[in-house]
């Protein structure tokens, strides 16, 4: 079985940063991505970026220049490094990935709260 363990929320001003954590464990052969997608309250969930095999990363237009994800292979692990943070990027976080265990899994963290006070 494979799982996703989140980690580096919490409470920040505007213009501050925050680091999250994702790390994959379990009988992992390949990582084809990962990423963060976030929910605001009334709103859907929506991409904020994703790494995927190769090393090309996505990130949503609203995000650019501010968040960085980067991963570390050998632990099965992704960050997103956000700066210049916004209220607006008040939300709650959930990893994302999709694994080839002894299936393709399409997996999601239990999300953690980023909310950034103005």
């Known amino acids: 079985q494979v799982q996703l363990v989140e980690s580096g929320g919490g409470l920040v001003q505007a213009g501050g940063s925050l680091r999250l954590s994702c790390a994959a464990s379990g009988s992992i052969f390949r990582i084809n991505y990962m990423g963060w997608y976030r929910q605001a309250p009334g709103k859907q969930r929506e991409l904020v970026a994703r790494?995927?095999?190769?090393?090309?990363?996505n990130y949503a237009d609203s995000v650019k220049g501010r968040f960085t994800i980067s991963r570390d292979t050998a632990k099965n692990t992704v960050y997103l490094q956000m700066s210049s943070l916004k209220p607006d990027d008040t939300a709650v976080y959930y990893c994302?990935?999709?694994?080839?265990?002894?299936?393709?899994?399409?997996?999601w963290g239990q999300g953690t709260q980023v909310t950034v006070s103005s």
């Open positions: 790494i995927i095999s190769g090393g090309t990363t």
């Open positions: 994302n990935a999709n694994i080839y265990s002894e299936r393709v899994y399409d997996i």
